[in-house]
């Protein structure tokens, strides 16, 4: 049995822990002999410098060989026609590279991945009509940035679909990559961070006139947005004008700055 000064001295311990004064998570070697100040100075060592710990390089072996196992069992596949390709590639070599990104739009500036062409337009349209969500994760592989944490602290906000046309696909293409984009670039996945307020015609079925009025005030941003950065994420730039709308409404709402980033663009007409 412990001395009542040792128990004194344990307890006064256990109250100065939590109360925060011993907040480093270090053992104090005073309470434990000389074995825990061995003990001690091992884990300081393994925290100062990771690789001399024994379980270090068993971690890195389990890590790298699950990855393998996964490649083996479930190898990585084209975007454009699913054929099995090297680890973190997204097209084959018969479709070709991600085609280079035209010139940039006079309506808004955006960073994009490549142009509207195959082998990329191929996947998106596979993705967006084929109901193939799981292209998303290959895709924003593909996106600006996405391998750098240069979005940190910022809000990764997705183009909003309305609610109808959201009801009558199932999921919205640019929320699937923006929250791929938010995991790899850091930043913070927001989709209800801008809201679409009317459900607009297709752009697509509009020519390129009618599209800013169509789709003009038609987005609204939420009250929190004052004084933050955002990143805004599509999947087709084709003239600006709903990127330029949601903006807008961005910028409307209080955000500092917005970064446009998009899959692909086609040619400015």
Request: aromatic fraction near 6%.
């Amino acid at each position: 049995m412990p001395s009542s000064a040792l128990r004194e001295r344990l307890r006064a311990s256990g109250s100065a822990a939590r109360s925060g004064q011993a907040s480093s998570g270090e053992l104090d070697p005073v309470y434990l002999g000389a074995k825990g100040t061995q003990f001690a100075a091992r884990r300081a060592r393994c925290r100062a410098m990771p690789s001399a710990c024994l379980l270090q390089p068993v971690l890195c072996a389990l890590r790298e060989g699950a990855g393998a196992l996964r490649q083996l069992l479930a190898p990585d596949y084209c975007a454009a026609c699913d054929a099995p390709v090297p680890r973190d590639q997204v097209f084959c070599s018969p479709c070709g590279p991600c085609p280079s990104p035209p010139p940039g739009h006079d309506v808004v500036r955006a960073l994009v991945a490549g142009a509207y062409e195959p082998p990329l337009s191929t996947a998106i349209l596979r993705m967006k009509f084929g109901h193939r969500t799981d292209l998303a994760n290959r895709l924003a592989l593909l996106l600006p940035d996405a391998g750098a944490r240069s979005f940190a602290g910022r809000w990764i906000v997705p183009v909003p679909l309305h609610y109808s046309r959201l009801v009558e696909r199932g999921f919205n293409p640019a929320a699937l990559l923006a929250r791929q984009l938010s995991r790899r670039a850091g930043g913070r996945y927001a989709p209800t961070f801008l809201r679409r307020l009317r459900d607009t015609p297709h752009q697509s079925r509009l020519p390129a006139a009618a599209r800013r009025e169509n789709v003009r005030d038609a987005f609204v941003a939420c009250q929190s947005a004052a004084g933050r950065q955002a990143v805004l994420v599509d999947d087709v730039i084709t003239t600006g004008s709903t990127l330029d709308a949601c903006s807008r409404a961005l910028y409307a709402a209080g955000v500092v700055h917005v970064t446009v980033v998009a899959l692909a663009a086609t040619p400015t007409p």
